[in-house]
């Protein structure tokens, strides 16, 4: 009699089916759960760039209703047309002053050089532009100073109308779709100035 209680006791417990069925499902909730939790970051990433982009309010800048920028009426100072390829997929700060550029003209260069280069990394995304309004060419020690400067001419008034006419001294932002989308005076704070381009860049 106690030999077969021993052996009772002995004897392997027979687990419930049930619950040997349940540790599966379990083991798979739980990697399921965890694949969830790291994809999240990423979808949302993509889902706020390529769906809903977050919406950039303006503290400096002027948001402007889009409208393409007529590249066919851009010309470089060689006389070829600036051609959109050729700036496609950059943001273009374009500003628009008489070749002599005087000292306020010149402090506006010097801030959208400094803008650009203060985005690092992003700097390569945007292209500055002098829109040069009259027929003075401007002096070689200041382009010498501005490198980076694509030098353009307006074949038609039309161009200036749409930059905010022909005597404006406006700072212009065209993003990389080729619109028209932000203006600003040619004397913006600069620290704002710089963390608004950098903000816009980066969509």
Known sequence: MTSQKQAGQNAPVNQSPHATASNPTKGRLILLAIIAIGALPLLAALYFRYVSPPEVKATVGQPLEPVVLPFELLRRSDGNQLEHR??????????????????????????????????????????????????????????AAHPDLVLVHATDAKLMDLLGGSNSRHIN???????????????????????????????
């Open 173 to 203: 932002l065209v993003d990389r779709r080729g619109l028209v989308v932000f203006r600003y005076p040619d004397n913006p704070d600069p620290t704002a100035f710089i963390r608004e381009l950098g903000k816009l860049v980066k969509l």
């Open 86 to 143: 050729q700036v496609s997929g950059k943001w273009l700060v374009i500003f628009a002053a008489p070749g002599g550029c005087d000292a306020r003209c010149q402090h506006t260069l010097y801030l959208t050089r400094q803008a650009r280069t203060a985005q690092g990394r992003n700097m390569e995304r945007i292209d500055r532009l002098w829109l040069i309004t009259d027929t003075t060419p401007p002096a070689a020690t200041l382009l």
